[in-house]
C-alpha cells in the first residue's frame, strides 16, 4: 500500500476512533436516529428490505472500554441480558433493499457458543419492530440453515411443507 502512495491510520489511531464512538450490542438511540433520516428521504419501493442473519465465530478477547467504563468480550444480547461467559460469537443483524441495492447493519450481539432458537425469536421480534418504527418495510428473513435459525422459524410456525410465516412477528 504505501508503494502505491496509499496512506491509511496506524492502529492507534483506528483505537482511539472506535474508543471515541459510543457503541454497543442492541440498537444504539443515536444510530437509530440516522436511519430513520435515512428511510424518510426513501420512496415506498426503497423502503422495502428483506432482514439478514449470520453468525460468525470471533477471538474471545476481553477488554476494558473506557468510554462506555466497562468490560466487554463477554456475552452480551442486548435487551436479553449478558453474562459472564467469553463471547466466542457474533450475530449480526443487517437490512437489504429488496429492489435497490442497498445494505445497512442494524444491530450485532455476542455470544458465548450461540444463541438459542427461543433467543433468536425474541431477537428477530425486536428487530421488526425496530425495523417497522424506522420506516422500513421489511418482507423476508434471510439465514442459513443453522439449528438455532431451524428452531427460530419452527417457533415462528414455518414448517417444511409452509417454510414462511406470516404476522407472526409482532
Not at 474471545?60 to 463471547?87: A, H
Amino acid at each position: 500500500m504505501r508503494r502505491i502512495k496509499v496512506v491509511l491510520p496506524g492502529e492507534s489511531t483506528v483505537r482511539r476512533w472506535l474508543n471515541s464512538i459510543s457503541y454497543s450490542t442492541g440498537f444504539s438511540p443515536k444510530y437509530m436516529e440516522q436511519l430513520k433520516l435515512k428511510a424518510d428521504c426513501m420512496s415506498f419501493k426503497e423502503r422495502k428490505c428483506v432482514i439478514l442473519l449470520d453468525k460468525m465465530a470471533i477471538k474471545k478477547y476481553i477488554e476494558y472500554n473506557k468510554t462506555l467504563d466497562e468490560v466487554e468480550g463477554f456475552e452480551d444480547l442486548g435487551s436479553l441480558g449478558k453474562s459472564r461467559k467469553p463471547g466466542s460469537h457474533a450475530l449480526v443483524v443487517m437490512i437489504r433493499g429488496l429492489y435497490v441495492n442497498w445494505k445497512i447493519p442494524l444491530s450485532y450481539y455476542f455470544t458465548g457458543s450461540g444463541v438459542k432458537g427461543d433467543n433468536m425469536v425474541l431477537i428477530i421480534k425486536e428487530c421488526v419492530q425496530k425495523i417497522l418504527e424506522l420506516g422500513f418495510l421489511p418482507s423476508a428473513i434471510i439465514c442459513d440453515q443453522g439449528t438455532q435459525n431451524r428452531r427460530m422459524f419452527s417457533i415462528l410456525g414455518g414448517s417444511e411443507n409452509e417454510p414462511f410465516t406470516i404476522n407472526n412477528l409482532l
